[in-house]
Nanobody, 125 residues
Framework: QVQLVESGGGLVQAGGSLRLSCSVS????????MGWFRQAPGKDRELVGAIKVIPGVTQYTDDVNDRVTISRDNSKNTVYLQMNSLKPEDTARYYCAAAPGFLSTPSDEKLYTYWGQGTQVTVSS
């Protein structure tokens, strides 16, 4: 059974930082690209960024490009999302997702086979 479990969300003041984790089990983690998405109330889910099978190959959306870092530890089957200089508009539920093999278009949700349940991030002003 494949499981993706996010953790690390919470309430933080604007300007603060959070590190989200996504622990993965039940699949060959090193063969999967991983994405982080978020969904704010009343809005569509959007890509935050993704890390490909080759560690270090990442892509971020423009809104967060200079404020987030995605990394992966294949020995721990875990992917991380480090978020700095958080803004109230970063408030959302954050999801990790797994896509097999080469991820041609990280923002294409259809490419992701497995999803976690999400973790809530709330940024107060």
């Amino acid at each position: 059974q494949v499981q993706l479990v996010e953790s690390g969300g919470g309430l933080v003041q604007a300007g603060g930082s959070l590190r989200l984790s996504c622990s993965v089990s039940g699949l060959p983690f090193s063969n999967y690209a991983m994405g982080w998405f978020r969904q704010a109330p009343g809005k569509d889910r959007e890509l935050v960024g993704a890390i490909k099978v080759i560690p270090g190959v990442t892509q971020y959306t423009d809104d967060v490009n200079d404020r987030v870092t995605i990394s992966r530890d294949n020995s721990k089957n875990t992917v991380y999302l480090q978020m700095n200089s958080l803004k109230p508009e970063d408030t959302a539920r954050y999801y990790c997702a797994a896509a097999p093999g080469f991820l041609s278009t990280p923002s294409d949700e259809k490419l992701y086979t497995y999803w976690g349940q999400g973790t809530q991030v709330t940024v107060s002003s």
